[in-house]
């Protein structure tokens, strides 16, 4: 999780991401965040003991983006160590809102469940990070709120029934984590097993192939459309107002309170003329991908709201328009196979784009999919990885942070213009 990083960082230097936590429903339930200082701090031969570090880093990243920007108002996992634990928990982790993860590495001495007491009256939630029931950690499960199992390190279910059975009868809240397919996720769920974090739930769960229902292919051509970049304003008005729902949505949001107007705006060439032309093709677009499947949960399409954001940031920053209008028609097309519940190869047939994007969303490399992949990569927390991928695209590996924090502020933004009978996010 956090790793190395020098005493000293700039605000939106440090790299920070978020990895959902869902319920049996597949609802989120909260995100754990993930931190690291800028690839070049990480490397510092002069880097003090990571735990030294910890506090500033956490910090510098939510002074950044902000707690409630990254977490919308839902639990935020943090794993701290035992040196952290121990010297104070940094005063800008609410104890109401944040859930204390302890490292495997954290054995149940008398300082530590000391401290952890003091912790819980103090309001505060604890896990047990990579949990595996020992003497040294036996001690530690009552203080806990949660234990989180890795299902791909702890494979024998007998290590986990043991696991389940102290989370049995009101005990911790059981966590299966690096669940990376829907099979993972039904047997945790059998198992025992209340919350699941791993990107499953980004794996298209493939029905029998048939042709998309009219509604359905009705939304894609809008969005391929949409994301037209010589459409005229007259042209994206005549696609909007047919759609109801749509234009809803982008008047009750022009007329909240955030745009500050002296009076409501009643068309959607007034909106077009007061929030401008990319921002209501990016938007309604971004509303028609939601309309595809009222099944798939909503996370599914804030991931792909904060992909193509951040595809589109930093293909403006390497490239050019084109670039940046490219990279956020593919970032937002990545997971129509799993909305869909269908192979991304019967999709694209359906969708009039063109073969560089369509190879992108196939997996072929090229610069379009390398942008995703870095994309991707760090919304994974894959640091090492994000910036190899980064320095080969040709991006500069400091825009990382401040293009996902810009990403999920812009995915917030759009969620909550979103209208009533929409699914909450």
Not at 158 to 179: D, Y
Not at 227 to 246: C, F, M
Request: aromatic residues 6%; charged residues 25%.
């Amino acid at each position: 999780m956090t790793q190395k990083g020098s005493g000293r960082h700039e605000a939106g230097h440090v790299f920070v991401a978020r990895q959902p936590i869902l319920d049996k429903t597949r609802r989120l339930f909260g995100y754990e965040l993930l931190f690291r200082p800028s690839s070049s701090e990480a490397a510092s031969p002069t880097s003090p003991a990571p735990d030294f570090s910890t506090a500033k880093i956490i910090s510098d990243g939510l002074l950044t983006i902000g707690l409630d920007t990254l977490t919308d108002r839902r639990r935020a996992f943090v794993r701290i160590g035992r040196r952290l634990l121990l010297e104070g928990i940094p005063a800008i982790l609410p104890a109401n809102r944040v859930v204390l993860e302890l490292g495997a590495d954290i054995e149940a001495d008398k300082e530590i469940v000391t401290v952890c007491q003091q912790l819980r009256k103090d309001g505060y939630s604890i896990a047990i990070d990579d949990f595996v029931l020992t003497e040294w950690t036996a001690d530690l499960v009552p203080l806990a709120d949660y234990l989180k199992v890795d299902f791909l390190a702890v494979s024998d279910p007998q290590a986990r029934a043991k696991s389940i059975a102290r989370g049995a009868a009101g005990g911790p809240v059981l966590i299966a984590k690096r669940i990376e397919t829907v099979e993972m996720f039904d047997l945790a769920a059998r198992e025992g097993f209340h919350l699941f974090q791993g990107y499953f739930f980004g794996r298209p769960v493939i029905k029998q192939a048939k042709e998309l229902p009219g509604s359905q292919l009705g939304h894609l051509r809008l969005v391929q459309a949409l994301n037209n970049p010589d459409l005229s304003v007259h042209q994206i008005e005549d696609l909007i107002k047919h759609d109801a729902a749509l234009c809803y949505r982008i008047l009750r949001t022009v007329n909240s309170a955030a745009t500050a107007l002296y009076s409501p705006v009643q068309s959607i060439r007034q909106a077009l003329v007061i929030l401008g032309r990319d921002t209501i093709r990016r938007w309604a677009s971004l509303w028609a991908l939601a309309g595809l499947n009222d099944r798939a949960h909503s996370e599914l399409v804030v991931m792909s709201t904060v992909r193509a954001r951040c595809c589109e940031l930093l293909g403006t920053a390497i490239r050019s328009e084109s670039a940046a209008a490219e990279g956020f028609l593919v970032g937002m097309c990545s997971l129509l196979d799993a909305i869909l519940e269908r192979p991304m190869s019967t999709i694209l047939p359906e969708l009039p784009l063109n073969a560089e994007t369509q190879a992108a969303l196939r997996g072929e490399d090229n610069p379009r999919r390398r942008l995703l992949d870095c994309v991707i990569a760090y919304e994974r927390g894959e640091w090492d990885r994000c910036v190899q991928l980064a320095v080969e695209a040709g991006i500069d590996p400091e825009l990382l942070p401040p293009a996902y924090a810009d990403a999920i502020k812009w995915a917030n933004q759009v969620q909550r213009g979103r209208g009533p009978s929409a699914v909450a996010v």
